[in-house]
């Protein structure tokens, strides 16, 4: 099973981080929610050995490490990811062919988004788990998303760049929730 690492507060107010094994992000939400945890991150932890073996899934306290630098998003040179439509040849021929996101994996993409959200992580750290966990396209259209929202725009502004992918309902649907919270 995936090893997660999560950071949050407990009910004391206390800082704590650490690391726990569950089979989706969902499930670990979940049950970290479930302990009094008022989770600020989540994600898919590093390669770390094989330190939980035989903890039977429940969390464990590690010490503050030196982590590498958060990357950075790649900007252009006004500072932010590109807003503007892309090449219609892109968006029409080449984008449908080449690497299509099948609706499986937007409906996997959107409950898991989901429950990340009503666990209170935020939407740039939601994007970027959710992200490395995808693959081909969808993997490429929510990184450079993550960098909308680094940049201070909604996530419909990086989605509205790939008409391909997420139809005119889903950017509907994903345009109400932002004005409605």
Known sequence: MPVFEYSG?????????????GESLDMVSRRLADQG???SQLGMAQSMGDPLSGSGGSPVTV???????ARQPEFL??????????????????????????????H?????????????IEVRQA???LGMQSDGK???????????????????????????????LMMALVRAGEKGG
Not at 9 to 21: A, C, E, L, M
Not at 63 to 69: I, M, N
């Open 108 to 120: 996997f993409f959107f409950r898991q988004l989901g429950a990340m959200l009503n666990a209170g």
């Open 138 to 168: 969808l993997r490429s259209v929510l990184m450079e998303t993550r960098d909308h929202v680094a940049a201070g725009r909604p996530m419909s502004a990086g989605f509205q760049r790939y008409p391909e992918v997420f139809s005119p």
């Open 9 to 21: 507060q407990d009910s004391s107010g206390k800082q704590v981080r650490g690391h726990i094994v």
């Open 127 to 129: 994007l970027e788990t």
């Open 37 to 39: 945890l008022v989770i």
């Open 63 to 69: 010490q503050p490490s030196v982590r590498e630098p």
């Open 77 to 106: 040179g006004d500072g932010a990811p590109p807003t503007e439509a892309r090449h219609r040849f892109e968006t029409d021929f080449v984008g449908p062919l080449v690497g299509g996101v099948s609706l499986g994996k937007l």
